[in-house]
C-alpha cells in the first residue's frame, strides 16, 4: 500500500437548515487522508455525518467550509475517480443483472467499445460469482447477490475511489459475514481504495486497515485505530475480541 494520499480532508464543516431555518451543524472541523489502495472504516453514532462525509468527498454535496482533495485535485462535484455504493441497492429492476453492471459503461463519460466492454463486465460477473445469473432480473436475486451486482457495476467504470454506506447493513447476519468475506477478495484484487461507513465494530475490524471514530453530532474524530491484526482476521479471536472492546469502551466514555 502506498503511503500517497488518495482522499484529503481538510478542516471539513456542513451544516444543513431545517424547515424552520435552524442551522443543524452536522461535520465540524473534520481533516483525515486515506491513503492509496487503503481500507478505511467510519464508525460513530447515527446521524453524527458519516453519510454526510461520504457524500461531500463524492462530490454530491458541497460543504460549507474547509477543503477536499481526490487524486491531489481539489473536489468541485461528481467525477468518475469516486463511486458510492448504498445500503439499498439502486439497480434497475428491468435490466438483467449483465445489464445493470455494463450501465455506466453507456454513459458518455464512460463510454468504451463495444468488446472491452462485453470483456470488462464479464470478467466482473465472474469475480463477483454471478456469471450463471447474468440474465437474470433483480428480483430474482438474494439480498446478497444484488448488493454483489451493485459492487460490480460501480467497479465497471474502474473509479480509483470506492464509498461504500453501510452496504451491508440490511442484509441477514450470515449474508453479512459472507458479504464480509466478498468484500475482502475484491479489494485485494482490485486494489482500489475504499472509505466504508459501518454500525458494526466487529465489521470494521474484520475489513479495515484502520477505524475512524466518530463523536455525536456535529461529527468530529474521536480517534483513528490502526489495525494491525493480519488477514483474513478471526472474528472469535482474543486479539479482535479485546479490539472490540476497546473501542466500544472509548466510545461510551466520549458520548
Known amino acids: 500500500m502506498s503511503g500517497k494520499a488518495k482522499i484529503s480532508v481538510r478542516s471539513l464543516s456542513h451544516a444543513f437548515v431545517s424547515t424552520n431555518n435552524q442551522r443543524l451543524p452536522v461535520l465540524e472541523d473534520v481533516s483525515l487522508e486515506v491513503r492509496t489502495g487503503e481500507f478505511v472504516c467510519l464508525i460513530g453514532p447515527s446521524g453524527c455525518g458519516k453519510s454526510t462525509l461520504l457524500m461531500c468527498i463524492g462530490g454530491h ?78 428480483y430474482e436475486l438474494s439480498g446478497g447477490m444484488r448488493q454483489r ?5 460501480a467497479l465497471a467504470v474502474d473509479p480509483d475511489i470506492i464509498l461504500m454506506d453501510e452496504p451491508f447493513g440490511a442484509l441477514d447476519a450470515l449474508t453479512r459475514l459472507h458479504m464480509q468475506n466478498e468484500m475482502l477478495q475484491i479489494w485485494k484484487q482490485t486494489k482500489k481504495t475504499v472509505l466504508f461507513v459501518t454500525h458494526d465494530i466487529m465489521e470494521a475490524l474484520i475489513l479495515a486497515d484502520r477505524i475512524v471514530v466518530f463523536g ?7 480517534e483513528i485505530f490502526e489495525v494491525q491484526a493480519p488477514r483474513p482476521r478471526d472474528r472469535g479471536s482474543a486479539e479482535l475480541t ?4 476497546e473501542i466500544a469502551r472509548r466510545l461510551d466514555a466520549r458520548l
Do not use: H
Not at 455525536?216 to 474521536?222: F, G, M, S, T, V
Not at 479485546?242 to 472492546?245: F, N, P, R
Open 61 to 138: 454535496l458541497p460543504p460549507e467550509g474547509g477543503e477536499l482533495f481526490a487524486n491531489g485535485a481539489p473536489i468541485v462535484g461528481p467525477g468518475p475517480d469516486r463511486v458510492i455504493v448504498f445500503q439499498q441497492t439502486t439497480l434497475f429492476p428491468w435490466l438483467t443483472v449483465r445489464e445493470n453492471v455494463e450501465y455506466g459503461l453507456r454513459l458518455k463519460a464512460n463510454r468504451v467499445v463495444q468488446a472491452t466492454k462485453t470483456d470488462r463486465v464479464e470478467a466482473l460477473l465472474q469475480m463477483i460469482g454471478l456469471k450463471e445469473f447474468a440474465d437474470r432480473l433483480p
Open 242 to 245: 479485546q479490539m472490540a472492546k
Open 149 to 153: 451486482v451493485e459492487i460490480a457495476r
Open 216 to 222: 455525536p453530532r456535529p461529527a468530529r474524530i474521536l
